[in-house]
C-alpha cells in the first residue's frame, strides 16, 4: 500500500448521486481523493467535460471521506490509522458541532457529517470498526464523543423510521448496523464489555427483525434491486462480528443464497432495477459481501462473482476482504438444500444461457418497469443485460432508466405501464408468467423453456380494442439482424456468440439507442418487433450455436 502523502477533507459531504455529468450522465472520474482536495478545474467526466458545481463538490467529497475510511480500516489491520482517527474525531466534533446538516434536500433523512444520515452510517461502520481493530490505545480515548454521537444518531435515525411506518427501508440496516460497530467500538475503547446485542440485533428493532420484515421467503430484499440487496446484506453481515452464524435466522442464508441463483458461471450478477451496471466501489463491495458470506455459509457459486470484481476493480484492487477472516463466532452454516420459488425472479439455464425472467413485484421507488423482461447472459457475457442506473441526480437519465423503453420486455402504445406483479408457474425445465392490469385491457404471458440445446421464448399478448404492440429487445453486445422468408434470424456477438431465431406477427425494427447505465453514450442496436391490432404472438429460440432452420419447423 502506497504511502498517505495527503489528508482526509476538511469540509462536510453532500450527496454521492450528484457525481454525474449533467450532459453525459456518466459518473465522474474517481480523482483527487487521496489528496483531499477537490481537483483544480473541476472533476473529467469519460467524455471530455471538467464539472465542478456545489454539488458536485459536495458530493465528490463523501466519495473522498469513503475513500479515506477504507484506507484507515486498511491500516489499522496492520495496526496503523490511529492516528487518522484522532484527527477524523475532532474534523467530526467540528464539523458536526450545529448539528443535522443544513444544505440537504427535504425529502432526506438529514445527516450530520453528509446530507443524509443514511451516508453518515456507510461511512462510521468502517472508521468504527478500525476503532475496534486498534482497542487499547491510549490516544483513541479522543474518539469517545465522535462514538457516542454515532451512535446517539443511529438510534434517532432508527427511530425516525419506525415512527414514519419505514421500518423495512435498506436505511434501517445501515443505521443498526452503525448502532452496533460505534457502540462496540466504544465498549473497546472503555475496555467494557459490549451489551448492544439487544439493542441492535435481537431486539424488536435490531437486524433480526428489519430482516424478517424487509426480505421475503426466498431470501430477496423486498425491492427487487441486486444492489439494495447487497446493500442490506453487507449491513447485516457487517453487524455480526464475532456472532456465531448459528444464531442468526435462517432467512439470511437464503439471501445469499438469492444472490447467488442470480450470478452468471462466470461471475456476473445482473443490475436489476436500480443500481450501478458497473462501478468499481460496487465490485469491491461484492468482494467483501463474498468474503463474508462463505464464511457465514456454505453456499456455493459465489467464488466465480469475486473473481470478476477482482477483474472488474484492476489497479484498485487493495485486498481488504483478505483481512475479514475470523469474523463470525462460529463456523459456516450448511447451505439448506431446500429452494424456494423466487417471488420476484426466475433463473432458468440452457446449454451457456443464463435467463432471467422479472416477473415480482415493482419495488417501490427502486423499481423499473421491466414487467415480463427477460434478460439473456453468457457465462462472461451481457447479451441482453437489465441495464442498471445512473446516478439518481441525473434526472433525465434516471427517467429513461426505469422505463419500459429501455428494457427488453412488451410496450403497448409507447406508454409506461402501471406498476404491476405477475402471476407465476414453474417446473423443471420451464418457466411462464402472466400479467394483466399494467396496461389497461391487456394481458400477456411469457414462457421460457430449457431445452437440451437452446432456449424457447414465447410471447403472447392480447388486448380489448386494437393497440400498438411492441416486444423489446435491448443487446449490450454488437447485435445482427437478418430478415429471412420465414423467419428473422440475429447474432449477438460479445465474449460469447448467442444466435437467435425468430418467427411472431408484425414488422421487427431495429434503430441506434443507448446502452446500459454506465455510459448513457453507448451505442447499441435497439430492435422493436411491431404488431399494430388486438393479439401478438412472438417466438423466440436461442442457442450458443448457429440454429438449423429446418429444426425449427415446430416453433
Known amino acids: ?4 502523502t495527503g ?27 487521496e489528496i483531499g482536495e477537490f481537483p483544480s478545474g473541476g472533476v473529467p467526466c469519460a467524455h471530455g467535460c471538467r464539472v465542478d458545481t456545489p454539488a458536485v463538490r459536495g458530493a465528490w467529497t463523501v466519495l473522498a471521506h469513503h475513500w479515506w475510511a477504507r484506507r484507515i480500516r486498511l491500516l489499522s489491520y496492520d495496526g496503523g490509522g490511529a492516528e487518522l482517527l484522532t484527527l477524523y ?32 452510517a456507510v461511512w462510521g461502520v468502517p472508521i468504527a470498526h478500525s476503532i475496534v481493530n486498534l482497542a487499547g490505545r491510549a490516544e483513541l480515548h479522543e474518539t469517545l464523543p465522535m462514538l457516542d454521537d454515532m451512535v446517539a444518531g443511529a438510534r434517532l435515525a432508527r427511530d425516525a423510521m419506525v415512527a414514519q411506518d419505514k421500518f423495512s427501508s435498506n436505511y434501517t440496516a445501515w443505521f443498526n448496523a452503525l448502532g452496533t460497530a460505534a457502540s462496540q467500538a466504544a465498549a473497546a475503547v472503555r475496555s467494557e464489555a459490549w451489551s448492544g446485542s439487544g ?16 426480505t421475503g421467503e426466498d431470501g430477496w430484499e423486498w425491492e427487487g434491486s441486486t444492489y439494495y440487496h447487497g446493500f442490506v446484506l453487507r449491513a447485516y453481515l457487517l453487524s455480526l462480528r464475532d456472532f456465531d452464524p448459528a444464531a442468526v435466522p435462517e432467512r439470511l442464508g437464503r439471501m445469499i443464497a438469492a444472490l447467488a441463483e442470480i450470478a452468471t458461471d462466470g461471475g456476473i450478477l445482473p443490475a436489476l432495477h436500480d443500481g450501478p451496471y458497473l462501478r468499481i ?18 453456499v456455493g457459486r ?3 462473482v469475486a473473481a470478476r470484481a477482482i477483474e472488474e476493480v484492476g489497479r484498485g484492487y487493495d485486498g481488504l476482504e483478505d483481512r475479514l477472516a475470523e469474523w463470525f463466532a462460529g463456523p459456516p452454516r450448511t447451505a439448506s438444500p431446500d429452494r424456494h420459488l423466487s417471488s420476484s425472479y426466475a433463473v432458468i439455464r440452457a446449454n451457456g444461457i443464463h435467463a432471467i425472467l422479472d416477473h415480482g413485484p415493482h419495488g417501490g421507488s427502486h423499481g423499473h418497469h421491466d414487467k415480463l423482461a427477460l434478460y439473456l447472459y453468457g457465462a462472461t457475457t451481457p447479451w441482453q443485460p437489465d ?3 445512473v446516478p439518481y441526480g441525473h434526472a433525465e437519465w434516471r427517467r429513461h432508466y426505469k422505463s419500459a423503453a429501455a428494457h427488453p420486455t412488451i410496450r403497448i402504445d409507447g406508454l409506461e405501464p402501471a406498476e404491476a406483479t405477475g402471476v407465476v408457474t414453474q417446473d423443471e425445465t ?35 380494442r386494437e393497440r400498438e404492440i411492441v416486444l423489446q429487445f435491448r443487446p449490450d453486445v454488437d447485435l445482427t439482424v437478418e430478415v429471412g422468408p420465414d423467419a428473422v434470424r440475429t447474432m449477438w456477438v460479445g465474449d460469447e456468440t448467442l444466435y437467435g431465431y425468430h418467427r411472431g406477427d408484425g414488422v421487427p425494427v431495429t434503430r441506434p439507442g443507448p446502452g446500459p447505465a454506465d455510459d448513457p453514450q453507448r451505442t447499441r442496436t435497439w430492435l422493436d418487433w411491431t404488431v399494430v391490432g388486438t393479439s401478438a404472438t412472438f417466438r423466440s429460440v436461442y442457442s450458443t450455436m448457429p440454429i438449423d432452420a429446418e429444426a425449427m419447423t415446430d416453433v
Not at 431 to 445: H, L, P, Q
Open 1 to 4: 500500500m502506497a504511502p498517505l
Open 7 to 33: 489528508h482526509p477533507p476538511t469540509e462536510r459531504g453532500g450527496w454521492w448521486h450528484e457525481y454525474v455529468c449533467p450532459a453525459h450522465g456518466v459518473e465522474l472520474e474517481h480523482v483527487g481523493f
Open 89 to 120: 474525531a475532532r474534523l467530526y466534533q467540528k464539523l458536526t458541532r450545529s448539528g443535522e446538516h443544513e444544505q440537504a434536500q427535504g425529502w432526506m433523512q438529514r445527516g450530520r457529517l453528509f446530507h443524509q444520515a443514511l451516508t453518515d
Open 199 to 214: 439493542e441492535w440485533l435481537t431486539g424488536e428493532h435490531g437486524q433480526f427483525a428489519h430482516l424478517e420484515v424487509a
Open 281 to 298: 466501489p460496487l465490485a469491491l463491495e461484492w468482494l467483501e459481501i463474498v468474503a463474508l458470506a462463505r464464511q457465514f455459509t456454505t
Open 302 to 304: 459465489l467464488d466465480a
Open 387 to 389: 441495464p442498471g442506473q
Open 430 to 464: 420451464s418457466v411462464t408468467a402472466e400479467i394483466d392490469g399494467w396496461y389497461d385491457g391487456v394481458r400477456a404471458t411469457r414462457q421460457v423453456i430449457a431445452e437440451d440445446n437452446y432456449l424457447v421464448d414465447i410471447v403472447r399478448v392480447t388486448a380489448d
